[in-house]
């Protein structure tokens, strides 16, 4: 049984930083690619930030240089560096894991899905 749990959501004021967390089981995790997604209200899932299995990323437009995706597959776990966070990266953020060693962009890549952590930026 995989599971994907996040952590590291909050209220933060523009301008400040998060870190969120996604703690992977069940799976050998170092041979998986890993993305974040994020869904505001009203709004469809979209694509963050991907990370393959062997380290190699890619980033929506609108968070590159201040979003870094990482990833520790000792501890089995990726993350989402988010700095000069603004009120239009609030969201609810997800994790979730590739069905192969890539990435992509399209949701349907991925087979397994975090149960989300919230993320309010005020102004």
Not at 9 to 29: I, K, P
Not at 52 to 78: A, C, E, H, L, P
Not at 95 to 116: F, V
């Amino acid at each position: 049984q995989v599971q994907l749990v996040e952590s590291g959501g909050g209220l933060v004021q523009a301008g400040g930083s998060l870190r969120l967390s996604c703690a992977a089981s069940g799976r050998t995790f170092s041979m998986y690619g890993m993305g974040w997604f994020r869904q505001a209200p009203g709004k469809e899932r979209e694509f963050v930030a991907g990370i393959t299995w062997n380290g190699g990323t890619t980033y929506v437009g609108f968070v590159k240089g201040r979003f870094t995706i990482s990833r520790d597959n000792v501890k089995s776990t990726v993350y989402l560096q988010m700095n000069s966070l603004n009120p239009e990266d609030t969201a609810v953020y997800y994790c979730a894991m590739h069905r192969g060693t890539g990435i992509s962009e399209d949701r349907l890549g991925y087979d397994y899905w975090g149960q989300g952590t919230q993320v309010t930026v005020s102004s």
